[in-house]
């Protein structure tokens, strides 16, 4: 077999993501739906997920984006997450990596941490947040 017949994925296809559990920068496939951390070794989703109905989960993890569309009612312990946009209803603790995006009409109970959070007027809160970068951990 010729060496040119490899599929190695050049720079364009490949993106960087941080890890939802050791917080380090790793370089991953652009199409790859779940890796293994190289750092801490722990299995990370990175695809995008989409509710529209209700949903009760104990945890909801991704590297990817989580949306909760108008009729979206999720209720969890957890959102573990690389951004979040609410147009229905959330309930629990929200740590997003990436932005947190709330719509006019979403209701968000529970405590948020995230770098940017922005909120549509009318918009129903409920919880304490901590927004902007996380401080350097101490050595």
């Given at each position: ?14 993106t ?33 997920l ?28 957890k ?22 995006l ?27 947040y901590a ?7 101490a050595?």
């Amino acid at each position: 077999m010729a060496a040119n017949e490899y599929n190695v994925p050049s720079p364009d296809d490949r993106t960087t993501i941080i890890c939802l559990y050791c917080d380090r920068a790793q370089e991953v496939g652009r199409k790859a739906m779940s890796v293994t951390c190289k750092f801490c070794h722990k299995p990370l989703r990175l695809e995008d997920l989409r509710f529209k109905e209700y949903q009760a989960r104990r945890v909801i993890d991704t590297c990817g984006m989580v949306t909760v569309e108008k009729k979206g009612n999720v209720v969890t312990d957890k959102v573990n997450c690389g951004g979040l946009i609410v147009r229905g209803k959330l309930k629990g603790k929200i740590v997003s990596r990436g932005p947190v995006l709330i719509g006019p009409e979403a209701e968000v109970k529970g405590d948020v941490s995230a770098p940017v959070l922005a909120v549509g007027a009318g918009a129903i809160l409920d919880g304490q947040y901590a927004i902007g970068p996380k401080p350097p951990a101490a050595t």
